[in-house]
């Protein structure tokens, strides 16, 4: 999974590529991220969660978001939004951005949160 403030289709290979990686964001900033799976989804269904990751270690899901793919061959997801719109008033810290398929996690990446 790759961070960065936006995103673009790679007509030549038909695959998204970050533009401009980043892994700490403000909420001014566009957020954008990229996963690339080495095998399809095997689902129409997939979950974007957001954790809060404590300094003890510890973490907590601050926001899930449902979203539907177009066919479960796909091993691509892309989306970009407004930190803002996503953290609300969240504080400032260490987060992770997470794909889960049910229960699984498929890919995660952590980041920054300026606020």
Do not use: C, W
Request: cysteine-free; charged content about 15%; aromatic content about 10%.
């Amino acid at each position: 999974m790759s961070l960065g403030s936006a995103y673009h289709t790679d007509t030549s290979s038909n695959s998204f590529i970050i533009d401009h990686p980043k892994d700490a964001f403000s909420a001014k900033d566009q957020f954008a991220f990229v996963v690339s799976m080495d095998k399809a989804f095997n689902t129409f269904h997939l979950t974007v969660a957001i954790v809060q990751i404590s300094s003890g270690g510890g973490s907590s899901v601050i926001s899930s978001t449902p979203i539907t793919l177009s066919s479960p061959q796909s091993n691509q997801l892309a989306n970009q939004f407004l930190t803002g719109d996503v953290m609300g008033s969240n504080p400032p810290g260490k987060y992770r951005l997470q794909i889960e398929n049910d229960s699984t996690i498929l890919a995660q990446t952590d980041f920054t949160y300026k606020g």
